[in-house]
């Protein structure tokens, strides 16, 4: 009784899925009652995984006039044969202001109209992902988490930084290195705790410098100067976010490892994998509940011994690069197979899966060559409550953020609307 109570204990003063890999190690699941896994709460993530420059419009869908639990998987679909009843496929969804046919990341999760801001050719709005970060990023070391390819615009996804976008509208910071990656999820912190504070309170003091300049420049600013340092302002008050979140996990020591760390300068196929395997261990340990990837194209086709640029497969016609194109397809489906895989490995405390409560979204801005209708959509996992193992085909240029709406609800996130949605999509509604 005394080594049940201290297991319990540990439970609660450490975070339950912080310490699940350690906890299943020392026989958590043999001495734990029905009734404590029970009472054990499980947080719902996110993940979204973004590919630039679309799929190959006759061989990734599914045919239109096939819908519903029992349609034929499509050739581009077939590697994921074996989860066939925990995706959806959705077609007929668009960003209705999308208009560059090159960016298929850069408005994906947010909807946003390029040119709402007058004066401005470049604006967007918070994408799906942060949504989901502010409401359940509050209780983790990392509010999100942000992965980035290593080939950048050679892969087709437009301006930014990541799949993210700030509730500004601006481009939030990605990793865009599997090593990187792993050092910020697990490694220990090098400088001695003091020193860590001082850092964080001379940050703090040079901003109170920066905010006191500011207010005394900001008299006798016109309105757009003042709408500018307005900005600046929303930045300063994120960066006093961030500070006051490092501080509360100070003296938190990041979590053991669930994986070995990675070996330097994985590119295409290899690097895919390892994010993979990033993306579950930070799930794991509830590093972060919120997660993007976006993902290479240009060095995931050089490893599959691809000579055309992923631009030029993007821009196929029968032949070669159509061939090409179509291989691309398939490879994204093994590599999305092999992660759900690893989701349903994952166990939870209370006996479930990783894969159980985890929203995942696979997709594009973009369809294919230049035509941004019909948004390639895949969504999987038991996070949002949507119906699975289905095909589902929507009036034409349905807003792909009915889509987002829809999941983020069924996460049960506080949304009315998001980016340029109508309403949820009621048929996927579980």
Same mark, same amino acid.
């Given at each position: 009784?005394?080594?049940?109570?201290?297991?319990?204990?540990?439970?609660?003063?450490?975070?339950?899925?912080?310490?699940?890999?350690?906890?299943?190690?020392?026989?958590?699941?043999?001495?734990?009652?029905?009734?404590?896994?029970?009472?054990?709460?499980?947080?719902?993530?996110?993940?979204?995984?973004?590919?630039?420059?679309?799929?190959?419009?006759?061989?990734?869908?599914?045919?239109?006039?096939?819908?519903?639990?029992?349609?034929?998987?499509?050739?581009?679909?077939?590697?994921?044969?074996?989860?066939?009843?925990?995706?959806?496929?959705?077609?007929?969804?668009?960003?209705?202001?999308?208009?560059?046919?090159?960016?298929?990341?850069?408005?994906?999760?947010?909807?946003?109209?390029?040119?709402?801001?007058?004066?401005?050719?470049?604006?967007?709005?918070?994408?799906?992902?942060?949504?989901?970060?502010?409401?359940?990023?509050?209780?983790?070391?990392?509010?999100?988490?942000?992965?980035?390819?290593?080939?950048?615009?050679?892969?087709?996804?437009?301006?930014?930084?990541?799949?993210?976008?700030?509730?500004?509208?601006?481009?939030?910071?990605?990793?865009?290195?599997?090593?990187?990656?792993?050092?910020?999820?697990?490694?220990?912190?090098?400088?001695?705790?003091?020193?860590?504070?001082?850092?964080?309170?001379?940050?703090?003091?040079?901003?109170?410098?920066?905010?006191?300049?500011?207010?005394?420049?900001?008299?006798?600013?016109?309105?757009?100067?003042?709408?500018?340092?307005?900005?600046?302002?929303?930045?300063?008050?994120?960066?006093?976010?961030?500070?006051?979140?490092?501080?509360?996990?100070?003296?938190?020591?990041?979590?053991?490892?669930?994986?070995?760390?990675?070996?330097?300068?994985?590119?295409?196929?290899?690097?895919?994998?390892?994010?993979?395997?990033?993306?579950?261990?930070?799930?794991?340990?509830?590093?972060?509940?919120?997660?993007?990837?976006?993902?290479?194209?240009?060095? @995931? !086709?050089?490893? %599959?011994?691809?000579?055309?640029?992923? /631009?030029?497969? &993007?821009?196929?016609?029968?032949? *070669?690069?159509?061939?090409?194109?179509?291989?691309?397809?398939?490879?994204?489906?093994?590599?999305?197979?092999?992660?759900?895989?690893?989701?349903?490995?994952?166990?939870?405390?209370?006996?479930?899966?990783?894969?159980?409560?985890?929203?995942?979204?696979?997709?594009?801005?973009?369809?294919?060559?230049?035509?941004?209708?019909?948004?390639?959509?895949?969504?999987?996992?038991?996070?949002?409550?949507?119906?699975?193992?289905?095909?589902?085909?929507?009036?034409?240029?349905?807003?792909?953020?009915?889509?987002?709406?829809? @999941? !983020?609800?069924? %996460?049960?996130?506080?949304?009315?609307? /998001?980016?340029? &949605?109508?309403?949820?999509?009621? *048929?996927?509604?579980?």
């Amino acid at each position: 009784m005394n080594t049940y109570f201290n297991r319990r204990t540990f439970l609660r003063g450490a975070g339950a899925l912080i310490a699940l890999p350690a906890l299943e190690s020392i026989g958590f699941r043999r001495f734990a009652s029905a009734a404590t896994k029970a009472a054990v709460a499980i947080p719902k993530r996110a993940v979204f995984m973004g590919i630039g420059f679309g799929v190959t419009k006759q061989t990734w869908y599914p045919d239109q006039k096939d819908t519903g639990t029992k349609y034929q998987l499509s050739e581009g679909l077939s590697p994921l044969a074996r989860h066939k009843q925990d995706f959806t496929i959705v077609q007929g969804c668009a960003n209705n202001y999308s208009n560059e046919a090159h960016w298929g990341s850069t408005f994906w999760l947010t909807g946003a109209n390029r040119y709402s801001v007058p004066g401005q050719n470049m604006a967007n709005s918070i994408s799906a992902d942060q949504v989901v970060a502010e409401q359940l990023g509050q209780q983790t070391r990392f509010t999100s988490i942000q992965l980035d390819s290593s080939d950048g615009s050679q892969s087709g996804h437009g301006p930014g930084a990541s799949l993210a976008w700030d509730k500004r509208g601006k481009p939030v910071a990605g990793y865009n290195d599997p090593l990187k990656t792993f050092h910020k999820l697990f490694s220990a912190e090098d400088l001695p705790l003091e020193q860590r504070q001082a850092a964080i309170d001379e940050k703090r003091s040079v901003l109170d410098a920066v905010l006191t300049e500011a207010n005394r420049v900001q008299r006798g600013l016109s309105r757009n100067d003042n709408n500018k340092l307005d900005e600046y302002f929303q930045g300063i008050r994120d960066i006093e976010t961030r500070l006051g979140k490092d501080e509360d996990w100070l003296d938190k020591p990041k979590p053991k490892a669930p994986l070995d760390e990675p070996p330097v300068g994985l590119k295409g196929r290899e690097e895919i994998e390892m994010m993979h395997n990033l993306i579950v261990a930070a799930l794991q340990t509830d590093s972060t509940r919120a997660l993007t990837y976006r993902m290479p194209g240009q060095s @995931l !086709l050089k490893s %599959m011994d691809m000579k055309h640029s992923s /631009h030029n497969v &993007s821009h196929y016609s029968p032949g *070669e690069r159509m061939e090409a194109s179509k291989a691309r397809d398939q490879m994204h489906s093994t590599l999305l197979a092999g992660f759900m895989d690893k989701l349903k490995a994952t166990k939870e405390a209370d006996g479930t899966s990783l894969f159980d409560h985890t929203s995942l979204a696979f997709g594009s801005n973009i369809s294919n060559i230049h035509y941004l209708d019909n948004c390639p959509t895949l969504l999987a996992g038991g996070g949002a409550n949507l119906k699975l193992g289905e095909h589902m085909v929507l009036p034409k240029d349905t807003p792909l953020c009915n889509v987002w709406l829809t @999941l !983020l609800q069924g %996460m049960g996130i506080d949304a009315e609307r /998001h980016g340029d &949605s109508s309403g949820i999509v009621k *048929e996927l509604q579980a």
